[in-house]
Nanobody, 122 residues
Framework: QVQLVESGGGLVQAGGSPRLACAASGISFRLNAMAWHRQTQGNERELVAAIDSAGSAKYGDSAKGRFTIPRDNAKNTVYLSMTSLKPEDTAVYYC????????????????WGQGTQITVSS
């Protein structure tokens, strides 16, 4: 049974630098691509960042230059390190796993976490 458990969400002040974590189980973590997507009410889920099994990363336009997506294969955990947060970064952030590589679309991923809310106050 695949499980992805996100943590690290909450209320953050603008300019803050929180870090989200996603602990995976039930998969061969090091062989899979991992990603973070985010979604706001009424909008489609969008890619924030993805990392493949080789450690190559891809970032959505909103994340470039501000976010990074390191992974720790020994801990079966992927992180989303965020800096310079803005109110428009407020969203539910979802962790996902797949074997498509650096997929940019939600359908490239097979399993999803329950999501964690990030709210950025101005």
């Amino acid at each position: 049974q695949v499980q992805l458990v996100e943590s690290g969400g909450g209320l953050v002040q603008a300019g803050g630098s929180p870090r989200l974590a996603c602990a995976a189980s039930g998969i061969s973590f090091r062989l899979n691509a991992m990603a973070w997507h985010r979604q706001t009410q009424g909008n489609e889920r969008e890619l924030v960042a993805a990392i493949d099994s080789a450690g190559s990363a891809k970032y959505g336009d909103s994340a470039k230059g501000r976010f990074t997506i390191p992974r720790d294969n020994a801990k079966n955990t992927v992180y989303l390190s965020m800096t310079s947060l803005k109110p428009e970064d407020t969203a539910v952030y979802y962790c996902a796993v797949g074997n498509y590589g650096l997929g940019t679309q939600p359908y490239h991923y097979d399993y999803w976490g329950q999501g964690t809310q990030i709210t950025v106050s101005s």
